[in-house]
């Protein structure tokens, strides 16, 4: 299997929400209405597939850039402190296919953009109540530190905030 990238479509939005939903409480439970609000905001959206089956996300990546209307507290927590970076929403990885290298080739999309725009920055936030060790793993693989930690959802949820630079 051969995976590409390639932008979300509104014709994905049923199929990243099934992937947003299993990869609960990774992320937090949406519905179609908020994951089409969520591409909204975002200045990058894009699917991985298997280039043999162009229409089936594996997984998929939300990044949006500073100055953004997003009202997400982990995206106000960083646009408060800096305006030179792009903020990773969410990134997610079907089950099966976690562990194989898709998200490493979303991350280099998403550092490749904030690359070409300027930025120093990718941001996001790991969930560390509840523990989410292997995305925190992950991300460290990638370069990204902690630089701060918050409680969201009214204390439910607490996050490590993340940056990686972006290098030349």
């Known amino acids: 299997m051969s995976v590409v990238l390639r932008e979300l479509e509104s014709a994905d939005l049923s199929a990243v929400v099934d992937l947003n939903n299993d990869a609960v409480p990774a992320v937090p439970l949406v519905d179609e209405d908020e994951m089409a609000l969520l591409t909204a905001f975002a200045s ?3 699917v991985a597939v298997d280039e043999d089956d162009l229409r089936t996300p594996l997984g ?4 949006i850039d500073p100055g953004s209307e997003y009202a997400s507290e982990n995206y106000r927590w960083f646009a408060g402190r800096s305006q030179d970076f792009l903020y990773v929403d ?3 990885i079907g089950s099966e ?5 898709i998200g490493r080739l979303l991350y280099g999309v998403a550092f490749e953009k904030a690359r070409s725009d300027g930025r120093r920055l990718v941001t996001c936030e790991v969930n560390v109540r509840p523990p989410n060790p292997r995305s925190l793993g992950f991300h460290r693989s990638l370069g990204f530190q902690a630089v701060g930690e918050q409680a969201t959802k009214g204390g439910a949820v607490h996050v490590a905030l993340l940056a990686a630079h972006v290098g030349d």
């Open 97 to 101: 296919r976690r562990g194989t290298g």
């Open 90 to 92: 969410r990134i997610v």
């Open 60 to 63: 998929f990546l939300l990044a």
């Open 44 to 46: 990058l959206a894009v």
